[in-house]
């Protein structure tokens, strides 16, 4: 049976257009993964649930998926980090990583088939830097320390093709760092002399030192795919410089294309901020599932195309929260009803878009139009209440929510348990006092639905006299109660 056509946005060139592999019916994946130094925050977590979203879906529809996401095990800032900690640089790095895992596992994002570590691979670093040099892509610098390796940028034409920017214009505002011994601003490292008490290895002809960070991707993805990639993935932030160097230095050793296609995920700010420490509104991900569970930052990403920026605020969280809790309900209703035929009854309008779902989901990866159908349909469910319509609802959406999304597979009892103990822990607020709000928001909703509007306000008033925040939302209301400053 022939596999359904894929369209994806290219980085590289620009548009959407549709998955081309080197071998048929197989996708070679390959996506930069975490430096692990510390905890990682929610940013960091887009990226990695991206990937998911990108495998989950080409194996869907049918592809054979090689995916491999990487490990920055040697960086500055974990020497700087074991350094200040009196630690040796590996205890950081493992300590980190298995965080990372961790946190990965609560959000479903499924092991890639190849882990692969930068200290791992640091041979094969060792051979492209020769290669280069050898070329004349690459020279070595003395510095106190030793010598550095350093790319030569203006060698290699089409630099910055990936990121659309001109050599000459970024020549115009750059500099050399103080301690850097490049002949150009623009040329980076690709390897870097050992301080005292650093990680070091051997390079033979250059000396002791590690590798600059741009150079290990290339020397994985050489391993794992020496017969080439399919997709490069990662986020936007990622486009320039670490993309952009890596093109340069494999292209250059390599004589041919590192990728022909480039997937980048969108940033994210919190209340419309860049997260920053300075600022101090860094969300770390582990503090995030706590407080909120995985389902609900899972369900904040879907529901944004994986390309878009998002903007977390307290309410976008607590209206995430509240709609996991409700599609939990849903497919209570529809586990109930499973057994209910509905071939022989007129579906409704909204429901005539279930049947696109697929459709999205090969559309550039649109998680975010899946789920609205997914959700107009459910409105229909809840307004019309018809065990048919549960029936279908059921049947059309649970297989994506499980195999693409890797939402809703927990017992819903349990899950509504969860969240709503995560929910009272977090506001203080005892079970009965919760309850009687649920109740009084149910019966909001009903004069609502009988266009009791007047008597609908007064319960909200009510309810806001008492000091809880309301917020509607097409799926439902949900409720907080405010910190108090």
Excluded at 87 to 115: G, N, T
Aim: with cysteine; proline share 5%.
């Amino acid at each position: 049976m022939a596999l359904p056509t894929i369209l994806l946005t290219n980085t590289l060139s620009a548009r959407k257009e549709p998955l081309k592999t080197l071998k048929e019916g197989v996708v070679n994946v390959y996506m930069c993964g975490p430096t692990v130094y510390g905890f990682t925050h929610i940013g960091n977590a887009r990226a990695a649930l991206t990937g998911d979203l990108v495998v989950r879906t080409l194996e869907y529809a049918g592809y054979k998926v090689r995916f491999a996401r990487n490990v920055t095990d040697i960086d500055d800032k974990i020497i700087k980090k074991a350094q200040d900690e009196s630690r040796d640089a590996r205890s950081v790095a493992k300590e980190f990583e298995a965080a990372y895992d961790s946190e990965l596992a609560q959000l479903a994002v499924r092991r890639p088939d190849f882990i692969p570590h930068a200290t791992e691979h640091v041979e094969g670093m060792h051979a492209i830097i020769r290669g280069l040099m050898t070329k004349d892509f690459a020279y070595a610098a003395d510095t106190p320390f030793g010598k550095d390796v350093y790319f030569r940028v203006e060698k290699f034409k089409p630099y910055g093709k990936l990121s659309k920017r001109n050599p000459d214009d970024m020549q115009a505002g750059a500099r050399i760092e103080v301690g850097e011994a490049k002949q150009s601003p623009l040329d980076f490292a690709l390897w870097k002399a050992a301080k005292p008490g650093e990680p070091s290895w051997n390079f033979m002809d250059v000396g002791e030192g590690r590798p600059g960070w741009h150079i290990e991707c290339s020397a994985m993805i050489h391993a794992i795919f020496p017969e080439g990639l399919d997709i490069h993935m990662g986020g936007l932030d990622l486009i320039f410089p670490h993309h952009d160097n890596e093109i340069a230095q494999s292209e250059a050793a390599f004589d041919r294309e590192l990728a022909p296609q480039w997937v980048h995920n969108g940033l994210l700010t919190i209340q419309r901020e860049k997260m920053s420490k300075s600022l101090g509104n860094i969300f770390r991900t582990n503090d995030f599932l706590e407080q909120f569970g995985a389902e609900t930052l899972k369900l904040i990403y879907l529901q944004h195309h994986y390309r878009s920026p998002i903007d977390f605020s307290d309410e976008a969280i607590l209206r995430a929260e509240a709609l996991v809790e409700r599609l939990y309900r849903a497919k209570t209703k529809a586990l109930e009803h499973a057994h209910v035929h509905y071939g022989h009854i007129e579906m409704p309008a909204a429901f005539k878009n279930l049947d696109k779902l697929d459709e999205c989901l090969f559309d550039d990866f649109n998680a975010a139009k899946a789920i609205g159908h997914v959700l107009g349909a459910l409105r229909i469910c809840h307004k019309e209440d018809k065990p048919e319509l549960w029936s279908a609802w059921g049947h059309a959406c649970m297989k994506i929510f499980s195999r693409v999304f890797g939402l809703l597979e927990a017992d819903p009892t349990q899950a509504i348990q969860a969240i709503r103990a995560r929910r009272l822990s977090r506001m203080k607020v005892t079970p009965e006092l919760a309850e009687r709000v649920d109740l009084e928001l149910a019966s909001r909703e009903e004069l609502r639905k009988n266009k009791q509007f007047e008597e609908a306000d007064k319960v909200r008033q009510r309810l806001e006299a008492e000091g809880f925040q309301i917020m509607d939302g097409p799926d439902g209301a949900c409720w907080t109660v405010p910190e108090k400053p």
